[in-house]
């Protein structure tokens, strides 16, 4: 399979403690996003790499949230203390970035579960 | 105002009708416009992307995008069970961010 890749599918942690995330992008892809989508909304922006810098960050993410992309390959995504409100599914898509187009491949997401 | 604005239906339509989904946005800088499908519990699938007005057809999917009154819709011909899921528009602002509707849910009956 050769989309985007994350992993776990499922994380229930309970309030508190630390948890992370991984994505493994489109292997040829430059750009990689992570979306926080909670029940009947649309996907949310939380952050954005080209290779491996980080170039924008949303207010979404709070001082807790912390994502990397070490070699411009995987990401990880850490949410430090995790509240009940951060449950929700994190997505993670890439692109290539060609000119102004940059179609979006997303992942099957991460649903976390805060108890 | 929100950025992208689509009606989260539920949207319920029996087998073989054409199904018109539709958003509204804000930003006239806006250029290109993609419609997502996702399915229960899995991550959005990219349908369709358009830039600027006019129509985009792919199979039984046609997109299409009036930048005059901001408007971009979504038809389904001959729609299929197999077409229930929830669609989301989806904005690229030109940089790195993409903004989407909240979805529309569509059922489709046999």
């Known amino acids: 399979d050769t989309g985007v890749s994350q992993d776990p599918r499922h994380k229930i942690t309970k309030r508190g403690q630390n948890v992370t995330f991984r994505c493994d992008p489109i292997?040829?892809?430059?750009?990689l996003y992570w979306y926080r989508q909670t029940l009947g909304q649309g996907p949310e922006f939380l952050t954005y790499?080209?290779?491996?810098?980080?170039?924008?960050k949303s207010r979404l993410l709070s001082d807790r949230f912390s994502a990397e992309r070490p070699k411009g390959s995987f990401s990880t995504l850490e949410i430090q203390r995790t509240e009940q409100g951060d449950s929700a599914m994190y997505l993670c898509?890439?692109?290539?970035?060609?000119?102004?187009?940059?179609?979006?491949?997303f992942g099957q997401g991460t649903r976390l579960t805060v108890v | 105002q929100k950025e992208v604005e689509q009606d989260p239906g539920p949207l319920s339509v029996p087998e073989g009708a054409i199904v018109s989904l539709n958003c509204t946005y804000s930003?006239?800088?806006?250029?290109?416009f993609m419609w997502y499908r996702q399915y229960s519990r899995k991550g959005p699938e990219l349908l369709m992307y358009?830039?600027?007005?006019g129509n985009k057809e792919d199979g039984r999917f046609t997109a299409q995008v009036d930048k005059s009154s901001k408007y971009i819709s979504l038809f389904i011909r001959d729609s299929q069970p197999s077409d229930s899921a929830t669609y989301l528009c989806?904005?690229?602002?030109?940089?790195?961010?993409?903004?989407f509707g909240a979805g529309t849910r569509l059922f489709v009956k046999a």
């Open positions: 930003n006239s800088a806006f250029q290109y």
């Open positions: 898509a890439s692109s290539l970035s060609v000119g102004s187009n940059t179609e979006a491949f």
């Open positions: 989806a904005i690229d602002t030109g940089g790195f961010k993409t903004i």
């Open positions: 292997s040829e892809h430059n750009r």
């Open positions: 358009t830039y600027s007005s």
């Open positions: 790499f080209q290779n491996e810098a980080q170039l924008e």
